[in-house]
């Protein structure tokens, strides 16, 4: 996703519309996992802020 960008211009042959959004991450952990087996063998829980942004 991009930065909100706004013009004024007006593209009258186009059909492409563009709004703006809001974006927003939450982590919650991630898991530790054995490459030879694929098997997890540690979980890791994150007590992190959301991040949110705006985009178009």
Do not use: H
């Amino acid at each position: 996703a991009y930065p909100a960008k706004m013009t004024g211009m007006n593209y009258q042959r186009t059909t492409a519309r563009v709004t703006a959004c809001k974006v927003t991450t939450k982590w919650f952990g991630f898991y530790k996992i054995w490459r030879r087996t694929n098997k997890i063998f540690d979980k890791v829980d994150l007590f992190l802020p959301e991040y949110s942004y705006e985009s178009q």
